[in-house]
């Protein structure tokens, strides 16, 4: 019987050995499907409300570079120290040009049937120059493409739901329909995560919305017209969604209004 158990024992180690070794055959089988099926499966898309560490993988690298290199700049023309600090005070700058004799006079509580297209031009360079250094009217100028122009009334592709929109040809539509109503302390708005105490302050900010398209359109026209991580949502995907959160310190891109008295 001893003999029997002590020939035993090396069957049973080499039947142990075997099934790890099938064990981890199996494993790897399985690690590869998986593999191949992620490779199979689709992409990830953009979704509404992605955070920017998700999106910003959405974005290729070779657009992901231009556009690093393009904020670089930005910054480089701004000569901020302290973003939320310089942010902060150019927001108050842009008002406060924007109220002067030079700046278009501008009341923060306007009557938009009395808006001309000089006040929201004026406004419109204003924000480019604060937050853009000019870099955007010198690269209009040297690509030859028409001057930015920026129009109250009513938008043709859509009189109602924008706040405004901006066309191929540089020009801004302000929708004068979405203007009507005040904007005060008691009743501010939420533009893309900045809180608006003036309708003034809420068309500055939406310019700067206008202006990060207006980016990509006139630096990166490829982008504009074929860009996966530009076009989705309206064009309002990853790219956009970058620009506009680097360069206003936007969040989404979309207005609330928090009580909506009249």
Request: net charge neutral; with cysteine.
């Given at each position: 019987m001893a003999r029997v158990a002590a020939n035993r024992v090396p069957i049973i180690v080499m039947g142990t050995i075997a099934a790890a070794s099938a064990l981890v055959a199996w494993l790897q089988e399985l690690r590869r499907s998986r593999d191949d099926n992620d490779e199979a499966s689709e992409p990830p898309c953009y979704v509404r409300g992605?955070?920017?560490?998700?999106?910003?993988?959405?974005?290729?690298?070779?657009?992901?570079?231009?556009?690093?290199?393009?904020l670089s700049r930005v910054y480089k023309a701004r000569g901020w120290r302290n973003e939320e600090e310089s942010r902060a005070h150019a927001w108050s700058r842009v008002?406060?040009?924007?109220?002067?004799?030079?700046?278009?006079?501008?009341?923060?509580?306007?009557?938009?049937?009395?808006?001309?297209?000089?006040?929201?031009?004026?406004?419109?360079?204003?924000?480019?120059?604060?937050?853009?250094?000019?870099?955007?009217?010198?690269?209009?100028?040297?690509?030859?493409?028409?001057?930015?122009?920026?129009?109250?009334?009513?938008?043709?592709r859509d009189p109602y739901s924008w706040l405004s929109g901006l066309h191929?040809?540089?020009?801004?539509?302000?929708?004068?329909?979405?203007w009507r109503e005040s904007i005060s302390a008691e009743n501010p708005m939420n533009f893309e995560g900045a809180l608006c105490t003036s309708k003034l302050e809420a068309l500055a900010h939406t310019l700067g919305?206008?202006?990060?398209?207006?980016?990509?359109?006139?630096?990166?026209?490829?982008?504009?017209?074929?860009?996966?991580?530009?076009?989705?949502?309206?064009?309002?995907?990853?790219?956009?969604?970058?620009?506009?959160?680097?360069?206003?310190?936007?969040?989404?891109?979309?207005?609330?209004?928090?009580?909506n008295v009249r």
């Amino acid at each position: 019987m001893a003999r029997v158990a002590a020939n035993r024992v090396p069957i049973i180690v080499m039947g142990t050995i075997a099934a790890a070794s099938a064990l981890v055959a199996w494993l790897q089988e399985l690690r590869r499907s998986r593999d191949d099926n992620d490779e199979a499966s689709e992409p990830p898309c953009y979704v509404r409300g992605m955070r920017e560490r998700d999106y910003i993988r959405l974005i290729p690298s070779d657009e992901l570079q231009l556009v690093k290199a393009l904020l670089s700049r930005v910054y480089k023309a701004r000569g901020w120290r302290n973003e939320e600090e310089s942010r902060a005070h150019a927001w108050s700058r842009v008002l406060a040009t924007a109220q002067s004799s030079d700046g278009g006079a501008w009341q923060l509580d306007f009557d938009m049937d009395k808006v001309n297209p000089v006040q929201l031009t004026l406004l419109c360079a204003a924000v480019e120059k604060c937050f853009l250094g000019g870099l955007l009217t010198h690269q209009i100028r040297s690509v030859r493409r028409p001057p930015l122009k920026v129009l109250p009334g009513e938008d043709p592709r859509d009189p109602y739901s924008w706040l405004s929109g901006l066309h191929d040809d540089n020009t801004i539509f302000v929708n004068a329909n979405r203007w009507r109503e005040s904007i005060s302390a008691e009743n501010p708005m939420n533009f893309e995560g900045a809180l608006c105490t003036s309708k003034l302050e809420a068309l500055a900010h939406t310019l700067g919305h206008e202006l990060v398209h207006a980016v990509v359109l006139n630096f990166f026209p490829a982008m504009d017209a074929a860009s996966a991580a530009y076009l989705p949502d309206d064009k309002h995907g990853p790219i956009f969604m970058l620009l506009n959160k680097r360069l206003f310190g936007h969040v989404g891109h979309a207005s609330q209004r928090l009580f909506n008295v009249r």
